[in-house]
């Protein structure tokens, strides 16, 4: 586990999973979408204290897929909830590795039980938790602050130049990184990246996200199709392949904002 502050540390993977440590308790950002990796971690967290709460950023397999192997409390926004899979079967269909596979009658959904839709704050023991909406990747992505160790969670608003757009709102999420970039941060911790300190990052994302709502846009003012404007963020694009849905969907709400 690699640590990022006296009391934050950081499990790496698909997706990052974050650790608070308070004189009270742990708190967990997400889980590892794979039981074998939470599990793990479900043991290196003993040696921290009792295990809190666990927040769930959104309601995406990868970061929810595990909940149910820790006993505690899972926190999120209440669309979060809203949005979370009602079949115990979704979650066990990534899994086809035998080492994952033994895992599969302990996987069951675990929504939030504790659920907000503006904010949410934890005061444990010398230390503030605060948590609060990020519209971007989804309408339900939440961010973590603690002031106390200058460490902002931002789920998967903060990637690389292969963001995932298909549930995106582009407006509001080049919104939400401008509003966290100005914020007191020295490291910002995504879901699919290495931590952050950079906040001239931020204003990279935050282009690139510009450019594709542009690049878009100006498909539709040309009456361009929805492939052909995909075929236009192609051309700069780190990952093409991804696109299609994520891009159709950039397509879909422009479209529809300009009615």
Same mark, same amino acid.
């Given at each position: 586990?690699?640590?990022?502050?006296? @009391?934050?540390?950081?499990?790496?993977?698909?997706? @990052?999973?974050?650790?608070?440590?308070?004189?009270?308790?742990?708190?967990?950002?997400?889980?590892?979408?794979?039981?074998? +990796?939470?599990?793990?971690?479900?043991?290196?967290?003993?040696?921290?204290?009792?295990?809190?709460?666990?927040?769930?950023?959104?309601?995406?397999?990868?970061?929810?897929?595990?909940?149910?192997?820790?006993?505690?409390?899972?926190?999120?926004?209440? +669309?979060?909830?809203? +949005?979370?899979?009602?079949?115990?079967?979704?979650?066990?269909?990534?899994?086809?590795?035998?080492?994952?596979?033994?895992?599969?009658?302990?996987?069951?959904?675990?929504?939030?039980?504790?659920?907000?839709?503006?904010?949410?704050?934890?005061?444990?023991? &010398?230390?503030?938790?605060?948590?609060?909406?990020?519209?971007?990747?989804?309408?339900?992505?939440?961010?973590?602050?603690?002031?106390?160790?200058?460490?902002?969670?931002?789920?998967?608003?903060?990637?690389?130049?292969?963001?995932?757009?298909?549930?995106?709102?582009?407006?509001?999420?080049?919104?939400?990184?401008?509003?966290?970039?100005?914020?007191?941060?020295?490291?910002?911790?995504?879901?699919?990246?290495?931590?952050?300190?950079?906040?001239?990052?931020?204003?990279?994302?935050?282009?690139?996200?510009?450019?594709?709502?542009?690049?878009?846009?100006?498909?539709?003012?040309?009456?361009?199709?929805?492939?052909?404007?995909?075929?236009?963020?192609?051309?700069?694009?780190?990952?093409?392949?991804?696109?299609?849905?994520?891009?159709?969907?950039?397509?879909?709400?422009?479209?529809? &904002?300009?009615?």
């Amino acid at each position: 586990m690699r640590k990022i502050t006296a @009391n934050i540390y950081l499990e790496e993977g698909f997706p @990052n999973a974050g650790v608070i440590v308070t004189s009270e308790g742990v708190i967990l950002i997400d889980t590892p979408m794979y039981p074998s +990796k939470a599990s793990e971690l479900k043991e290196k967290l003993k040696e921290f204290g009792p295990l809190l709460y666990l927040v769930n950023t959104d309601h995406h397999l990868d970061h929810i897929l595990c909940n149910s192997l820790f006993d505690i409390p899972v926190i999120g926004h209440n +669309k979060t909830r809203e +949005k979370f899979p009602t079949d115990d079967s979704l979650l066990k269909q990534p899994l086809e590795d035998p080492k994952e596979a033994v895992f599969i009658d302990q996987l069951k959904v675990k929504p939030p039980t504790i659920t907000f839709s503006e904010c949410l704050t934890l005061y444990l023991g &010398e230390h503030t938790i605060q948590m609060f909406p990020l519209v971007g990747h989804t309408e339900n992505t939440l961010a973590i602050y603690v002031p106390e160790e200058k460490v902002l969670f931002s789920g998967d608003n903060i990637s690389d130049s292969t963001l995932f757009f298909a549930e995106g709102y582009t407006s509001q999420w080049i919104d939400s990184l401008k509003k966290i970039k100005e914020m007191e941060v020295n490291t910002f911790i995504g879901g699919h990246i290495a931590p952050i300190e950079d906040k001239g990052e931020l204003d990279k994302q935050i282009d690139y996200i510009q450019k594709v709502r542009d690049t878009v846009l100006k498909a539709i003012e040309n009456d361009l199709s929805k492939d052909e404007a995909i075929s236009q963020v192609e051309k700069f694009s780190d990952r093409p392949e991804e696109n299609g849905g994520g891009i159709g969907r950039v397509y879909d709400r422009l479209k529809e &904002e300009q009615k």
